[in-house]
């Protein structure tokens, strides 16, 4: 299982070849965003006005990193449990929002979109916090510095090293995985 | 020491305890301990599954990565979780203790550049800006010594840990059935593999203690009671045949270790206490 190399922003032609299972290593601009930051983003779809940031083509990695030391780009900066964004990834998906990244499942209403709307779910490893922050090159705040860490920050990343949980044709990584080696473990 | 009545009584000091707390904060968050080290290597070479594989190894690099650095092995760097076992004959100088290791988290969090995870109020929810509260476990001990263990914890799998007042009937089988419930509930989420800590007995909130205290003792030593371990052993095969592996993404290793602690209790209950712990385990001490 090689990885595939993809860059931001993401076409169809890349979201058409990406099959649950597939290691691939993610480079160009991604966004962060927590559970405060989509709320806010949420709410001014609500009001109808224009978001602080352009999701079309865009990945949103669910990160609150530590605080960077001196020297470094940013602190650690691992995924957190993507299920706590379930109910507001539907309506960025249908802005164009074409992946995310976190840990853990989503709901049906969230894979549903995806399947519908031409987006893919990755995970990376969470915990592997330090591992991953080498691959994040820039690093800036660009909406809603006052949430700190759940600040949606502009992340420049070369190389960010995730699976896909969940592709466009229905397979689900998580599924399939845990059938696979149900009951195989024979110590 | 500070000598009364021709005694000697021994006396530590607040601003050592501030320091020492700040320091184990950093370091717990930093470096992880040699027996998850050495778990998460021998889960490595049992797992079967090439993802489960690929991610023991980004685990294994990302340990070696923080240590080496000296940054934070996972982002969230958790609720100060510190237990106290604090000497009877010790003396305690230059203010209130419980300040003193708020003092030291404070500094800790701030110095050691980690992740402020604590919000003020359960519904209003604005972050205190310096990861106090910690949250303060005293246990009075013969002696004149303080022990202090800092374990930061994670909310992704303290999130997934659960508690249940069984029935007396329910007995072994009904502990087993409980303890698989919540890790298949948890799925994902705690990022496995994980360390399951497990209290049974006592009352509703000294088991859930109990629970957290087992997962301070070393992954894969066995509870002393003859009993008890086989238990640990059979919870952990079945939890490893469940197929959740590492990251919920299919395997043979969902968890390193099954750790349970127990305390006797009323004739009427029985309850069971499960606080998962993700591979990031981190817990430092020190003895002053
Ligand atoms: S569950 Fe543990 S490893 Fe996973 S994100 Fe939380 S603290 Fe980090």
């Excluded at chain 1, 690093?139 to 510095?145: F, G, I, L, S, T």
């Excluded at chain 2, 992704?156 to 089988?173: F, R, V």
């Amino acid at each position: 299982m090689s990885p595939i190399r993809l860059m931001t922003p993401l076409k169809n032609e890349d979201i058409e070849k990406l099959k649950a299972g597939q290691a691939v290593l993610i480079s160009g601009l991604i966004y962060t965003a927590r559970d405060a930051a989509h709320k806010k983003l949420v709410n001014l779809l609500e009001e109808g006005k224009p978001l602080p940031i352009e999701l079309k083509g865009q990945i949103i990695y669910y990160v609150g990193p530590s605080p960077a030391k001196p020297g470094q780009i940013i602190g650690s900066a691992g995924p957190t449990t993507s299920g706590r964004m379930d109910s507001y990834t539907p309506q960025l998906i249908e802005l164009g929002l074409k992946g995310m990244i976190g840990k853990g499942k989503r709901d049906a209403r969230v894979i549903k979109s995806m399947e519908e709307n031409n987006a893919v779910y990755f995970v990376a490893v969470g915990g592997a916090a330090a591992l991953i922050a080498k691959s994040i090159t820039k690093c800036r705040v660009v909406a809603y510095p006052e949430l700190g860490a759940e600040a949606i920050h502009e992340l420049f990343v070369e190389d960010f090293p995730v699976l896909v949980a969940n592709d466009i044709f229905g397979g689900d990584l998580f599924k399939e995985g845990i059938e696979q080696y149900k009951n195989k473990n024979l110590s | 020491m500070q000598v009364i009545g021709g005694g000697t009584i021994k006396t530590i000091s607040t601003d050592k305890i501030i320091s020492e707390v700040a320091k184990l904060c950093a370091d717990s968050n930093y470096y992880l301990g040699k027996d998850v080290v050495e778990a998460l290597e021998k889960g490595r070479k049992k797992e079967i599954s090439p993802v489960g594989i690929n991610i023991f190894d980004q685990i294994i690099e990302n340990a070696g990565i923080a240590a080496k650095n000296h940054v934070p092995i996972c982002q969230d760097t958790g609720v100060a979780v510190v237990f106290l076992e604090l000497g009877q004959d010790l003396k305690i100088e230059g203010g209130d203790l419980y300040e003193a290791i708020n003092q030291g988290v404070r500094r800790g969090y701030q110095e050691g550049y980690l992740r402020k995870s604590i919000v003020n109020h359960p519904f209003l929810r604005v972050n205190t800006g310096d990861n106090t509260p910690a949250v303060i476990h005293l246990k009075m001990v013969a002696g004149e010594n303080l022990k202090i263990i800092v374990a930061p914890k994670g909310g992704g799998s303290e999130n997934m840990s659960a508690i249940k007042m069984l029935k007396p009937s329910a007995g072994i089988e009904g502990v087993k059935e409980f303890v698989i419930e919540t890790i298949v509930n948890a799925g994902a989420d705690p990022c496995p593999p994980i360390i399951v800590g497990i209290g049974i007995g006592g009352n509703f909130e000294k088991c859930a203690l109990l629970a957290k205290e087992a997962l301070l003792r070393e992954v894969g030593k066995p509870n002393i009671i003859p009993d008890i371990a086989l238990l640990e052993k059979d919870l952990l095969n079945n939890i490893n045949s469940l197929g959740i592996g590492p990251q919920g993404l299919g395997g043979i290793v969902t968890a390193l270790g099954v750790n349970i602690e127990i305390f006797p209790c009323h004739i009427a209950s029985l309850p069971v206490a499960v606080n998962i712990n993700c591979h990031a385990a981190r817990h430092k001490e020190i003895i002053l």
